[in-house]
C-alpha cells in the first residue's frame, strides 16, 4: 500500500489487537479485590489471575511466531481473534478462582497468537520504512492510549456493573479486529512463507526457558532470595535456555536461526527493547512504593503522580515520526535507549531528593521507551528475511516481557534484603525509612547499569549495521 488512508481498515484491526494487549491487564488490576470478595479467591489465586496471562503469553509467542511464519500469519491472528472472542464470552459463566485463571490462560494464548502478528502485517503492508514506522507509531499510540485509560475505565465500570463486564469487554474488540484483518489485509501469500517443518523440541524447550524466567520474579518477590525455590526456578530456565541454543545450532530446521538473531539490526533492536522493558517495570513498581508507602501518598494522588509518564507515552507519537526521519532510524534507537538509561540514572541519584526529580526520570524513561518501542522493533523486522518476521516480532515482545520480570525481580529482591519487618506496615521507623530509600538507591543504580550494558551492546552492533535512508525497500 501506498499510504495510510490506503491502509486504513487493516490498521483498524491491528490497532484493536494492541488495545487488548495493552488494555487487559490493566482494566483488570483494579478489579483484583472485587474478584476476589466474589469468588472468595485466596492471595495466589489473585495473583494467579494475572500471572497466568502473562505466562502463558509470554512463553508461547516464539513458538506461535514460527508457527505463523509458516502456516500464515494472517490465518493464524484470526484463529486468535476467535478463541479470544470466546474466553471473553466464557467469562459470563465463571464461578470460581480456578476457572478465571483458566480463562485468563485462553486468553493468554490468544495474545501469544496474534501479538507479534500485528507488528509483523503492519510492517508487511509497506514497502516503505517511512510508511512502517508511522503504522507502527498509530498501533502503539492506540494501544497506550489503552494503558493510560484501563485503570480509570476499570473503576468507572465497576462502579456500575459487575466485573466480568470489564472482561466481556474483549468480545467487540476482538470483532473489530477480526473484521478489520479480514477486510484489510490481503490474505498470505505462500511466496512469503516457508515451509520448514517446525522444531517441536525447540519450541518446548524455548517455552519452558521462558515460562521459567517468568515465573522466578514473581517467587523472588514473594519467597525472598533466602528461599530455594526461586533459585532453582532460575536455574531450570538456565538449563533450559542452554539446551534450547544447542538445539537450535544443530537441528536442520530450526525454531529460530540464531544466525539471523546475530545479525547487527536484529541483536541491537533486541538490546534496547530489553533495556526498555527492564526501566519500564523497574521504575514503575519503585516510584509506586516510594509515592504511597514512603511519602504517604493515597493511591488516588499517586496515579496523578505517574501522569508525565502516561503524557508522554500518547502524547510523544505526534512527535515520533518527524524525529526518526530526521535522526534517521539507527540513530533514532540510540539516542531513545540512551534516554531510558538518563531517566534510571536521574532516578537513582536524585529520586529521594522530591517529586521533581521523580517526575523528571518518570518522563526521561516514558520518551525513550516511546521511540524504542517503534523503532527497535522495526529495526529487528528490517534486518531479518520477509518469512520470518512474525518470529522477529515474538522475539521483541519476548524480550520485552523476560526483562520486565528482571526489573521486578532485582527491585524487591534488593527490597526484601535491605528492608527489615513488612514493607506494608503502616508507620515506618526512622530506620526503616532510611533503609527503604537506600535500597531504592541502590535497585535503581542497579538497573541502571544492567540497562547501560544493554544499550552499550547495542550501541556496538549498530556500527555494524548498514545505515540506508528512510527510502523504499524490500527485504529479501
Known amino acids: 500500500m501506498t499510504s495510510l488512508r490506503a491502509a486504513w481498515m487493516a490498521l483498524t484491526g491491528l490497532s484493536a489487537v494492541f488495545l487488548f494487549e495493552m488494555l487487559d491487564n490493566s482494566i483488570l488490576n483494579v478489579a483484583l479485590p472485587t474478584i476476589g470478595r466474589d469468588l472468595h479467591a485466596s492471595t495466589t489465586a489473585l495473583q494467579w489471575v494475572t500471572g497466568a496471562y502473562a505466562v502463558v503469553f509470554g512463553g508461547l509467542m516464539l513458538a506461535f511466531g514460527a508457527v505463523a511464519d509458516r502456516f500464515g500469519r494472517r490465518r493464524i491472528m484470526l484463529l ?4 479470544l472472542g470466546a474466553a471473553g464470552l466464557a467469562t459470563a459463566f465463571v464461578t470460581t478462582a480456578g476457572e478465571l485463571i483458566a480463562v485468563r490462560a485462553a486468553m493468554g494464548v490468544a495474545a501469544a497468537m496474534t501479538t507479534p502478528g500485528s507488528m509483523a502485517l503492519a510492517f508487511r503492508l509497506f514497502d516503505d520504512d517511512k510508511l512502517r514506522v508511522r503504522a507502527i507509531n498509530v498501533i502503539s499510540t492506540v494501544g497506550l492510549a489503552g494503558l493510560a485509560i484501563g ?6 465500570v465497576l462502579a456500575v456493573a459487575p466485573w466480568p463486564v470489564l472482561l466481556l469487554a474483549n468480545v467487540p474488540i476482538a470483532a473489530l479486529a477480526f473484521a478489520g484483518i479480514r477486510l484489510g489485509v490481503a490474505a498470505d501469500d505462500p511466496a512469503g512463507l516457508h515451509r520448514d517443518p517446525v522444531d517441536v523440541p525447540g519450541a518446548v524447550l524455548g517455552t519452558a526457558a521462558i515460562v521459567l524466567a517468568l515465573v522466578a520474579p514473581t517467587l523472588f518477590v514473594d519467597e525472598g532470595a533466602g528461599s530455594w525455590a526461586p533459585w532453582a526456578v532460575t536455574a531450570g530456565s538456565g538449563v533450559a535456555a542452554a539446551l534450547f541454543a544447542r538445539r537450535e545450532r544443530s537441528a536442520r530446521h530450526p525454531l529460530l536461526d540464531l544466525k539471523l538473531v546475530a545479525h547487527p539490526l536484529v541483536s541491537s533492536g533486541l538490546a534496547f527493547k530489553a533495556a526498555a522493558g527492564l526501566a519500564v517495570a523497574g521504575l514503575g513498581y519503585m516510584v509506586t512504593l516510594q509515592l504511597q508507602l514512603d511519602w504517604g501518598w493515597s493511591a488516588g494522588l499517586a ?10 507515552l500518547i502524547a510523544g507519537g505526534a512527535l515520533l515520526t518527524p524525529f526518526v526521519e530526521r535522526a534517521g532510524l539507527e540513530r533514532a534507537a540510540r539516542l531513545s535507549a540512551a534516554t531510558v538509561v538518563a531517566g534510571l540514572a536521574v532516578y537513582g541519584l536524585l529520586g529521594n531528593l522530591g517529586y521533581a526529580f521523580v517526575a523528571l526520570a518518570l518522563a526521561l524513561v516514558a520518551a525513550g521507551i ?14 531479518l528475511p520477509a518469512d520470518r518476521t512474525t518470529i522477529g516480532a515474538a522475539l521483541t515482545d519476548t524480550a520485552t516481557e523476560v526483562t520486565s520480570g528482571a526489573g521486578i525481580a532485582m527491585t524487591g529482591t534488593i527490597l526484601a534484603a535491605m528492608f527489615t519487618g513488612s514493607i506494608a506496615t503502616p508507620h515506618w521507623s526512622a530506620q526503616q525509612t532510611g533503609e527503604f530509600r537506600s535500597a531504592i538507591t541502590i535497585a535503581s543504580l542497579t538497573l541502571t547499569v544492567v540497562a547501560a550494558a544493554l544499550v552499550a551492546f547495542g550501541f556496538a552492533r549498530t556500527r555494524k549495521a548498514p545505515t540506508p535512508e528512510l527510502t523504499p525497500r524490500t527485504l529479501v
Open 80 to 83: 486468535g481473534l476467535v478463541l
Open 151 to 156: 485503570p480509570a475505565a476499570g473503576g468507572f
Open 303 to 312: 496515579a496523578i503522580g505517574l501522569l508525565p509518564q502516561v503524557i508522554v
Open 370 to 383: 516511546r521511540v524504542v518501542g517503534v523503532v527497535a522493533g522495526t529495526n529487528v523486522l528490517r534486518g
